[in-house]
């Protein structure tokens, strides 16, 4: 390997921050953005971080500008860019559903469904979602580009609005309902097909996908290890919803059995003490960051 060659990944500016730093920590990466700085530290000397917006992640990845990068499945719509999608990573700034591009108009709207907007005036990041979204409907529209805030636009300065939404309490908040939804959209971590044919790089990014995965793939669950006598094996197994197969191994002490299994966090507070009902003894919970299926 060259010792100057380095991996450049691009993070996510905004809303997903916050969120995309945790999830590589718990990936195991220690990321830091110093403030008003667009180059993040990563404790990774083979790794160089850019702070870029999501809207435009992917033009710089199909570009080389950046080998790799996090941004929703629709900017890559957006901007039509030719990326290799290594991972889907359903995460958020608030939960872990997708988010969805909805067409919302004002409560007390007469718009009712697409072939109402004929002749309207339409507000929205996405032009290109929007534009196909309306070419598919056979509506003509005027679209307008939006600079934020594209909530408070309806009724004076817009018709209607396509928006981003995680809840839509955003929406209702504004006194905007949604009529229809475009698309729903999840996070990918994209990249360069260039880079991808460089070796190095290559072995770099599928490490990076698989570790992301695999620390979203923790979130909610937890570790459960507990001793358990040969009379009560089976019906402590019968109550423990595992992820796989839990690991039964015999102890020293004979007629007892260890298990070590995955279970949802949720279901914790239920099950242990119905477990130790059981006769199970030396119960221990313990938290996960990363499960590699």
Known sequence: MSEKQKLILGIPKGSL????VEMFRKAGYKINIPERSYYP?????????MLIRAQEMSRYVEEGILDCGLTGKDWIIENGSDVAEMAELIYGKVGRAPLKWVLAVPENSSIKTAKDLNGKRISTEAVGITKKYLKKHGVKAKVEFSWGATEVKPPRLADAIVEITETGSSLRANKLKIIDVLC???TRF???NNSLKNSFKKAK????????KA???AEGKVGLMLNVPKSKLDICLKKLPALERPTISPLAEEGWF??????????????IPELKRFGATGIV?????KIVA
Do not use: W
């Open 215 to 217: 620390a979203l793939s």
């Open 205 to 212: 990014i599928e490490k990076l996908a698989l570790l992301l």
């Open 258 to 271: 260890a298990l070590n299994t995955i279970v949802d966090e949720f279901v914790v507070r239920d099950l």
């Open 184 to 186: 729903e959209s999840t």
């Open 285 to 289: 919970e313990y938290p996960l960051n």
């Open 41 to 49: 530290s990563i404790d990774d000397p083979e790794i160089e971080c």
């Open 17 to 20: 921050e916050k969120s995309t």
């Open 190 to 192: 994209i990249a360069n």
